[in-house]
C-alpha cells in the first residue's frame, strides 16, 4: 500500500532512507537545506520541496533525520513549527539522534494538537542506510509503533521497541556510547600491535575471531588497508562522522548527569573524540579516532 511521505533531512542517512522508501513504492517529498543532498535525493526518485512546510502538505506520514536536539526543537516547536502546518492524525516519525528530553518534548506537543509521534532513531550507519538494514530504536506507544511498522520494514531489518517517548533515545545512547568505546580500544589495541612490528591485517583477522571481535574489527576496522569498503581505507570519508559520535557520547554524559549513573569509560571516550576533533578530523569517520594513537600521527 503506497503512503504520501514527508522527509525532512535528506542527508547521508535521511537521504538513501527516503530512497528506499520510494523503492518500496511510496509517494515521498523531501526537503534539505543542502543544494548537494537534495540533488542526490531527487536523483533516487524524492519529489522535493521548496521548504519543510510544503514537505508536509497532503502528508499522511512525516518523517525526520537530524543532526542534533537544536535542529529538531526548531523544525517541530514555536509558532513556525512544522507541528502547526501538519494535518491532523499525521504520523511523525523521527530518526534523529538526540536528548531523550528533547524527544518527550516534542512528543508532548505533538500530541497536544492530536498528532502521533515516535522516536525512531537509527543504528547501522551509511552503509544500512543505503542497503535498507538499518535497525530502527523505538520510543512511542504500541499503536502509533504498529502504524510506523511497514515504513521502517521499508528502511531496515530490525526494529525494537524500548518503550515510552524518549525511551528509543536512551537506548540509542546507550548503544553509541558503547560503540564509540569499543571503537578507541579497537584502534588502541592495533596501534600497539603495529608499534610492536605486527602486521596489522594478520592483527584484525585473528580478533575477528577472538575475545576482541566486534563490529569495529568486522566491519569498520579502523586501520587503513585493512578493510577496502571501510571509511578508513577511502581516508575515511564518509561513515560516522567523529562529531557525530562526538555529540551523542555528550547526550549520554548529560543522560547519565540526570540520573547520577557512572560512566567513567562514557566520559573518557568522549575526550577521546574531542581530542580528535580539536586535531582537525570532526569533520571525518569517527574511525579516525585511531589517529591519536599512531606514533605518524
Known sequence: MSTTIAFIGLGNMGGPMAA?????????????????????????????????????????????????????????LGETGILQSVAPNTLIIDCSTIAPASAQKVAQAAGQR????IDAPVSGGTAGAQAGT??????????????????????GKNIFHMGTAGAGQVAKLCNNMALGVIMAATGEALALG???GL???????????????????????PWPGVLPNA??????VGGFGNDLMLKDLGL???????????????????????????????GLDFSSVVRLFQKDA
Open 134 to 155: 538499518l535497525t530502527f530504536i523505538v520510543g512511542g506507544d504500541d499503536a502509533a509503533l504498529a502504524r510506523a511498522r511497514p515504513l521502517l520494514e521499508a528502511m
Open 20 to 76: 528506499n522508501l520510494v523503492k518500496a513504492g511510496h509517494r515521498v517529498t523531501g526537503f534539505d537545506l543542502s543544494a548537494e543532498c537534495v540533488a542526490r535525493a531527487k536523483a533516487a526518485g524524492v519529489a522535493i520541496a521548496a521548504s519543510a512546510a510544503e514537505a508536509v502538505q497532503g502528508a499522511a506520514v512525516l518523517i525526520s533525520m537530524l543532526p542534533a536536539s537544536r535542529h529538531v526543537e526548531g523544525l517541530y
Open 199 to 221: 602486521d596489522v591485517g594478520a592483527l584484525s583477522a585473528m580478533m575477528a575471531v577472538s575475545t576482541s571481535r566486534s563490529w569495529a574489527t568486522e566491519v569498520c576496522n
Open 252 to 282: 549520554a554524559v548529560e543522560a547519565a548527569l540526570q540520573t547520577g549513573a557512572t560512566i567513567p569509560l562514557g566520559e573518557s571516550a568522549r575526550n577521546l573524540y574531542a581530542m580528535n576533533s580539536s586535531a582537525g578530523r570532526g
Open 231 to 236: 571509511p578508513s581505507s577511502k581516508g575515511y
Open 194 to 196: 603495529k608499534a610492536h
Open 114 to 117: 492530536g498528532l502521533t509521534m
